[in-house]
């Protein structure tokens, strides 16, 4: 099926230990975000990529890693889990907005649960 | 004060109810209003799309905007159960690279 995919759908990890979200899409988008839901907060994003080999900062990047090397995965790393970190994580993707342009609304993955002991 | 802002509800309405869900927003730069509704456990998918004042209908869904007030709309006709879910608005800031501000979502159950 066509879409974004996201793996794990759980996990648990304690504190200070790293791990990797994985994201895939087969959509040929170019743009990949990552975000994270918490209760009471909307959805806010981490990092985002326009093409391979091209990331950057989203509004909340501080604890989180990219990268992007091509079309197809955006994998999100955290290197050492902190408890505020518990969050749900949601990739999401869409065909690259021109800037200035007209935006491009995205289509997310299932996300991945994450809590941090 | 949040930029966008949404009653999180929970909301309850008989099969056949027309719902009315709404947000307020904070900044005129924003463009670009979206709705998306989220299922228990997924991701959210989207429903409306819309960047002008006014109203844009798909079958039983209709999105309102209204700029000078700084207010949006979605309605839905008819509500059956399979609209249970939670429905974020979504707000897209000019100044930004798809900068999307999200509301917190309303919870929404539709009762048989």
């Known amino acids: 099926n066509a879409g974004v995919t996201q793996t794990p759908k759980f996990h648990i990890l304690k504190t200070g230990q790293s791990m990797t979200l994985q994201c895939a899409q087969d959509?040929?988008?170019?743009?990949l975000s990552w975000y994270r839901q918490d209760p009471g907060m909307g959805l806010r994003r981490i990092h985002y990529?326009?093409?391979?080999?091209?990331?950057d900062k989203g509004e909340v990047p501080d604890g989180y890693n990219v990268s992007r090397s091509n079309t197809e995965d955006f994998p999100l790393r955290l290197e050492s889990a902190a408890p505020s970190q518990t969050s749900v994580y949601f990739c999401?993707?869409?065909?690259?907005?021109?800037?200035?342009?007209?935006?491009?609304?995205?289509?997310f993955g299932d996300g991945t649960r994450l809590s941090i002991l | 004060q949040k930029e966008v802002e949404q009653d999180p509800g929970p909301l309850s309405v008989p099969e056949g109810a027309i719902v009315s869900l709404n947000c307020t927003y904070s900044?005129?730069?924003?463009?670009?209003f979206m709705w998306y509704r989220q299922y228990s456990r997924k991701g959210p998918e989207l429903l409306m799309y819309t960047y002008s004042s006014g109203n844009k209908e798909d079958g039983r869904f209709t999105a309102q905007v209204d700029k000078s007030s700084k207010y949006i709309s979605l309605f839905i006709r008819d509500s059956q159960p399979s609209d249970s879910a939670t429905y974020l608005c979504a707000i897209v800031n000019s100044g930004g690279y798809q900068k999307v501000t999200f509301g917190i979502g309303t919870k929404l159950q539709v009762i048989p």
């Open positions: 999401a993707s869409s065909y690259t907005p021109v800037k200035g342009a007209q935006n491009q609304p995205q289509h």
């Open positions: 900044n005129s730069a924003f463009q670009y």
């Open positions: 959509m040929n988008h170019g743009y």
């Open positions: 990529s326009v093409a391979a080999g091209i990331t």
